[in-house]
């Protein structure tokens, strides 16, 4: 799903982007989309796992055109669209879990919806309304034609994409084509084709499968390790399990990378070991999940075990909701902003590259 988001010339104007404040539209920016601690079970085990409570879901962002009364400022103006290309289930879409919740947190961080939104054909021509707002839904045929029109009247527009894994070439495609910056926080597709769709166009893009700022300080972190004392962990053997929503179809990408730099630390480990949880009675029972966030949450668990089952080691990492990564998402898209009106020379970016950037909210 797609949204548009408005931001006010005050983030371009403080190191600080914490202030957004209401107004005229002044800067632009649009998106695409697609509890506290609690003891939990994981592989039949009672466990204090560290959560992350999220109660609202991820944002998309858009860059616009400055209006003339901004011009003089020579920023670009940011707006929030929804536009939701193949919703093919409740979470793409501007209607579905994933939408309201991107659009609540939008709206929350003082960004301005545009009710521009692609969805199922279906659901051509109707407009619903979201955190208050009417959004216009278009189908997918014509979207080539229809997002050229919104580059027209927003040439500073920004895409973010969450939708599905198979569509993530096909979307990065359509932006590139039309030549739309984006920010992709979706999981799947074919990443080196992905890249290089990217890097042939020029075009400027944020692409991180994982937008919680706090979740990629921790892959940050593995990575560091990794890097630094290869072979740590010779000879351990590691336990992977990762719980989320039902509807999500492919393995996490946040522990593909976990468990790439635990084999750069020595482990042997094949992803096709990972204990994907996708059952919601085991997800309660075994994972401890608290069950208002079924359909919305992330959890980890990596267990190393020394050879002589002496010495273990366990990291974990919990989310709740997705307000994390609906705020990561606000900050890759601002530091995108930034990156275009700089007229920076690197054009393919990281959610690590936004954390060393700093200035978040």
Do not use: W
């Not at 990217?198 to 700022?213: E, F, L, R």
């Amino acid at each position: 799903m797609a949204l548009v988001l408005r931001v006010p010339t005050k983030i371009f104007q403080q190191d600080n982007p914490t202030l957004f404040s209401g107004g005229r539209r002044q800067n632009s920016a649009a998106l695409f989309s697609g509890g506290a601690g609690r003891s939990c079970s994981v592989f039949g085990r009672r466990k204090l796992a560290t959560q992350i409570s999220s109660m609202s879901t991820p944002p998309i962002q858009h860059l616009e055109k400055p209006s003339a009364s901004s011009q003089h400022l020579g920023l670009p103006i940011m707006e929030l669209r929804t536009i939701t290309i193949q919703a093919s289930d409740d979470v793409n879409g501007c209607n579905g879990k994933m939408g309201r919740d991107v659009i609540q947190a939008a709206v929350s961080a003082g960004l301005h919806p545009v009710p521009v939104s692609f969805s199922r054909a279906e659901e051509f021509g109707q407009t619903v309304e979201v955190c208050g707002k009417e959004i216009k839904l278009h189908g997918p045929s014509g979207r080539e034609s229809i997002l050229a029109s919104i580059v027209y009247e927003y040439p500073n527009l920004i895409v973010v994409d969450y939708t599905v894994p198979d569509a993530v070439n096909d979307n990065a495609e359509l932006y590139c084509k039309v030549g739309v910056p984006f920010v992709m926080g979706t999981t799947g597709g074919d990443r080196e084709r992905l890249y290089k769709t990217v890097k042939d166009s020029n075009v400027y893009a944020v692409i991180s499968p994982q937008m919680g700022k706090q979740v990629v300080a921790f892959l940050a972190a593995m990575e560091i390790m990794a890097e630094q004392f290869p072979g740590a962990f010779s000879g351990y053997s590691l336990q992977v399990m990762e719980s989320h929503q039902a509807i999500k179809l492919d393995i996490s990408g946040t522990a593909k990378a976990v468990i790439s730099f635990f084999q750069k630390l020595g482990v042997s480990f094949e992803l096709d070991q990972i204990q994907q949880i996708r059952d919601p009675k085991q997800q309660v029972e075994m994972v401890g999940v608290p069950e208002e966030y079924l359909n919305g949450h992330a959890f980890h668990m990596y267990h190393l075990t020394s050879p002589d089952q002496t010495v273990s080691f366990e990291f974990q990492h919990n989310v709740c909701g997705r307000s994390i990564y609906a705020e990561g998402t606000v900050d890759a898209t601002i530091f995108l902003a930034k990156k275009i009106q700089s007229g920076a020379e690197q054009r393919i970016y990281n959610m690590i590259d936004v954390l060393r950037e700093g200035n978040m909210r």
